[in-house]
């Protein structure tokens, strides 16, 4: 008697041809998902690094400081502009801060767009590797596997098991 594998389990039958391609399918997937999870994290971590310029240090209402100088400036590129452009009196200045703003602005906007994109990219691929999973357990079943061995089989495994 053989010892049991994830590619042969104790007493059950091998693996079909069919389950090898359900799970060389899955294999990709999950390979997909892994991509679409590093985009999810870029765009997070654009989002942050931009929410991060435009806030950091400024108290809620350092924006005042174009006007009337009374708010604290604090350490964001953004609130140096806005320093240079409240002792400088210069209109340039101004138009600098509001173009940093703008840019951070539309940093914002694409991350999030990216972000949401990818979160429907992966909804998507969800439903596709459920669909695929269930498959693979009938068959799996289909071939005198448990139902419980079949739900923990090692799809990579699987990919690439010989008849």
């Given at each position: 008697?053989?010892?049991?594998?994830?590619?042969?389990?104790?007493?059950?039958?091998?693996?079909?041809?069919?389950?090898?391609?359900?799970?060389?399918?899955?294999?990709?997937?999950?390979?997909?998902?892994?991509?679409i999870?590093?985009?999810?994290?870029?765009?997070?971590?654009?989002?942050?690094?931009?929410?991060?310029?435009?806030?950091?240090g400024?108290?809620?209402?350092?924006?005042?400081?174009?006007?009337?100088?009374?708010?604290?400036?604090?350490?964001?590129?953004?609130?140096?502009?806005?320093?240079?452009?409240?002792?400088?009196?210069?209109?340039?200045?101004?138009?600098?801060?509001?173009?940093?703003?703008?840019?951070?602005?539309?940093?914002i906007?694409?991350?999030?767009?990216?972000?949401?994109?990818?979160?429907?990219?992966?909804?998507?691929?969800?439903v596709?590797?459920?669909?695929?999973?269930?498959?693979?357990?009938?068959?799996?079943?289909?071939?005198?596997?448990?139902?419980?061995?079949?739900?923990?089989?090692?799809?990579?495994?699987?990919?690439g098991?010989?008849?």
């Amino acid at each position: 008697m053989t010892a049991a594998s994830p590619v042969t389990p104790a007493g059950r039958g091998r693996c079909p041809a069919r389950a090898r391609e359900l799970a060389a399918c899955l294999s990709v997937l999950f390979e997909r998902d892994v991509e679409i999870v590093e985009r999810l994290n870029g765009a997070q971590r654009r989002l942050r690094d931009a929410n991060d310029g435009l806030w950091s240090g400024l108290s809620p209402g350092a924006f005042g400081l174009l006007y009337d100088g009374a708010a604290p400036v604090g350490q964001s590129a953004i609130a140096a502009l806005m320093s240079d452009a409240l002792s400088s009196g210069r209109p340039e200045s101004r138009t600098a801060v509001l173009g940093a703003v703008q840019q951070a602005h539309w940093t914002i906007d694409r991350a999030f767009h990216d972000y949401q994109f990818a979160c429907e990219e992966r909804r998507q691929l969800a439903v596709e590797v459920g669909e695929l999973s269930q498959q693979l357990t009938e068959v799996l079943c289909a071939a005198g596997w448990s139902a419980a061995d079949a739900r923990n089989a090692d799809v990579h495994e699987l990919a690439g098991a010989v008849r």
